[in-house]
């Protein structure tokens, strides 16, 4: 087996074993929430905002609306597909602005794509609640949890991605001797 072979299989091995891992968390997080009045406040915009800015958009798909599917199948189902949707919009959309725009302000690339990224989630589950409950009230009495957990999403994210040095320690470990 050449070297750059052995590389790209190493590269797909850490990308598929990161891509599992987050995606695990996504559907762990997913499962249960923080009890508020009115509702939970779930904490799994932290997962998809921290996978999407270290992962390709694919893998932050996956990672995003996947495991949000699958942790809603599991738990809760009834909003399962807007969670698709919407999680793997938002976390499409955070990769791509991490990966592609701006290249030489990486930080500053990740908290518009973060910043968009939360606004479409809070819009789309707005949306997705009064399309699934068929109230608009619903969707309004909910809308500060969703703001409060898009909020605590991106920037704990990008606090974990760029002061802890979780983007540079991925970059350095999946992509050495290439």
């Not at 590269?11 to 923080?34: D, E, K, P, R």
Request: a positive charge; hydrophobic letters at 50%.
């Amino acid at each position: 087996m050449s070297i750059i072979q052995n590389q790209n299989i190493k590269h797909t091995t850490y990308w598929l074993c990161t891509t599992a891992v987050f995606m695990a968390l996504n559907v762990t997080m997913s499962s249960f929430g923080v009890p508020v009045p009115g509702g939970h406040l779930y904490m799994n915009d932290i997962i998809i905002c921290t996978a999407a800015i270290i992962l390709d958009p694919f893998a932050a798909f996956m990672v995003g609306g996947v495991g949000a599917f699958l942790g809603d199948l599991f738990f809760y189902p009834l909003p399962m597909f807007v969670s698709l949707v919407t999680h793997g919009l938002q976390a499409v959309v955070i990769s791509v602005f991490s990966h592609y725009v701006l290249k030489k302000h990486p930080v500053l690339s990740s908290g518009i794509g973060v910043t968009l990224g939360a606004i479409i989630m809070v819009v789309g589950y707005s949306l997705g609640r009064a399309f699934i409950y068929s109230t608009p009230e619903y969707a309004i009495l909910k809308l500060p949890y969703q703001i409060l957990q898009a909020g605590v999403g991106a920037i704990a994210g990008m606090i974990i991605c760029w002061k802890f040095k979780v983007v540079e320690l991925f970059n350095r470990k999946v992509f050495r001797n290439q």
